[in-house]
C-alpha cells in the first residue's frame, strides 16, 4: 500500500518588486526538485521537495517550497511507472499550493513551469525503494 502525505509549504518568501512590473519586464522562474530515501522498520519511502523561485529583471520575487513524502509496505515494489506517477501527483500539489498562494502578488497571472521529466533521474531514485 503506497499512502501519500499532505503538500506542505515550508518556504514562501516574497518580496514586492521594488519597481512596477511592466509589459518588459523579463519574468523567469525555475524548478528543482530533490528526492530523499525514508525508511522504519516496516515502511520505505521517499520524500520529494521541489524548490521554485520567481525573478523579475534579475531581482528575486518569490522562493517557494513545498515537500510532501511518500510511505510504501516494505514488499510492494515500485517500477518506473509507479514512480513516475507519484512525482506527477506530487508536482501537481506543489502547483495547486502555488495558484492558490499567488493571488494578491504580481505573479497572480504567472504559472509555474510543467514538469520536465527529462530531468528527473528516475534510475537514481528506484534503488531508494528497495
Not at 501527483?89 to 509555474?112: C, E, H, I, M, P
Request: with cysteine; hydrophobic share 40%; proline share 4%.
Amino acid at each position: 500500500m503506497i499512502e501519500q502525505t499532505e503538500m506542505l509549504v515550508t518556504t514562501w518568501h516574497y518580496h514586492p518588486p521594488a519597481l512596477p512590473v511592466t509589459k518588459d519586464a523579463s519574468i523567469k522562474s525555475f524548478t528543482n526538485f530533490d528526492v530523499m530515501r525514508k525508511r522504519a522498520s516496516t515502511k520505505k519511502g521517499i520524500a520529494c521537495r521541489f524548490t521554485c523561485q520567481f525573478t523579475i529583471n534579475e531581482e528575486l520575487v518569490l522562493e517557494y517550497v513545498g515537500e510532501n513524502s511518500y510511505v510504501i509496505d516494505l514488499e510492494d515494489v515500485i517500477d518506473r511507472q509507479e514512480l513516475l506517477k507519484m512525482i506527477r501527483f506530487a508536482y501537481t500539489q506543489f502547483s495547486d499550493k502555488f495558484n492558490f498562494r499567488k493571488l494578491g502578488t504580481v505573479l497572480a497571472d504567472k504559472t509555474l513551469s510543467p514538469l520536465n521529466e527529462s530531468i528527473i533521474e528516475i534510475d537514481t531514485i528506484l534503488p531508494l525503494l528497495v
